[in-house]
C-alpha cells in the first residue's frame, strides 16, 4: 500500500497569498496517477486535480498541480476567501488506492 | 447534469444490519466505476471499495474487505454498501464517487451518508 504524507498539516495564510502543498509518495505513483480534492466543512470532497496537473472543469487558474514519480505539489497562486478549506492528495495508480491525510489552509 | 444523491442518515445499534445507496443520474450508469470512501469523525478518507455497475464485479480494499458488501441495481442506477452487523467503529460518514472518464479519480462525490452506531 503507498503511503501519501502531506505537508504541513496547516498553512495559516492570508486572501492574495500563494500556498504551496506538498504530498510525498513512499513509493512511485505510476504515471501520475495522483489527484487533488479540497473539502470544506459539511461538505464532500470536491475535485480540483487530476493525472497530477489536469484541473477538473470548473476549476480556476490560481489552482495548478505539478510533480512526478514520488513528490507532488498543489499550488493555489492567490489565495481567495472560498479557498480556506482541507486539501487531500489522492494516488489512483496502485490498488489499494490512498489519501493523504490532509493540509487544512487557514486565515 | 452528472450527480449522485445518496440515502439520509442513519443511527444503528451494534449488531444491527444497515444498507445506503447512491442513486447516479445524467449519464450512462454502466459506464462508470463507483467507489466508496469512508470519513471518520474529523479524520481523513479512506477507500472501501469499488463496483463496475454493469456486471457487477465489487473490489475491496483489505481493510474492509469481509466487513462490507458492495452492489449496484442498474436498472435503477443506484449502487449500495451494506453492513450485517455494525460496531460503533463503523460510525462515519460514507460517501460515493464516480470515478474518471480514464482513470480513478473521484468526480463527482455525493453528498454523504453519516452513519451513527450506537448503543
Known amino acids: 500500500e503507498i503511503l501519501l504524507t502531506q505537508s504541513p498539516g496547516t498553512l495559516s495564510l492570508s486572501p492574495g497569498e500563494r500556498a504551496t502543498l506538498s504530498c510525498r509518495a513512499s513509493?512511485?505513483?505510476?504515471?501520475?496517477?495522483l489527484a487533488w480534492y479540497q473539502q470544506k466543512p459539511g461538505q464532500a470532497p470536491k475535485l480540483l486535480i487530476y493525472?497530477?496537473?489536469s484541473r477538473a472543469t470548473g476549476i480556476p487558474d490560481r489552482f495548478s498541480g505539478s510533480g512526478s514519480g514520488t513528490d507532488f505539489t498543489l499550488t493555489i497562486s492567490r489565495l481567495e476567501p472560498e479557498d480556506f478549506a482541507v486539501y487531500f492528495c489522492?494516488?489512483?495508480?496502485?490498488?489499494?488506492?490512498?489519501f493523504g491525510q490532509g493540509t487544512k489552509v487557514e486565515i | 447534469e452528472v450527480q449522485l444523491v445518496q440515502s439520509g442518515g442513519e443511527v444503528k445499534k451494534p449488531g444491527e444490519s444497515l444498507r445506503i445507496s447512491c442513486r447516479a443520474s445524467?449519464?450512462?450508469?454502466?459506464?462508470?466505476?463507483i467507489s466508496w470512501v469512508r470519513q471518520m469523525p474529523g479524520k481523513g478518507l479512506e477507500w472501501m471499495g469499488k463496483?463496475?455497475?454493469?456486471?457487477?464485479?465489487?473490489r475491496y480494499s483489505p481493510s474492509f474487505q469481509g466487513h462490507v458488501t458492495i452492489s449496484a441495481d442498474k436498472s435503477i442506477n443506484t449502487a449500495y454498501v451494506q453492513w450485517n452487523s455494525l460496531k460503533a467503529s463503523d460510525t462515519a460518514m460514507y460517501y460515493c464517487?464516480?470515478?474518471?472518464?480514464?482513470?480513478?479519480?473521484?468526480?463527482?462525490w455525493g453528498q454523504g451518508t453519516l452513519v451513527t452506531v450506537s448503543s
Open positions: 464517487a464516480r470515478h474518471g472518464s480514464w482513470g480513478a479519480w473521484y468526480d463527482p
Open positions: 463496483i463496475d455497475p454493469d456486471d457487477s464485479d465489487a
Open positions: 445524467g449519464y450512462s450508469f454502466t459506464s462508470y466505476w
Open positions: 493525472g497530477a496537473s
Open positions: 513509493q512511485s505513483v505510476g504515471s501520475s496517477y
Open positions: 489522492h494516488q489512483y495508480g496502485n490498488s489499494p488506492v490512498t
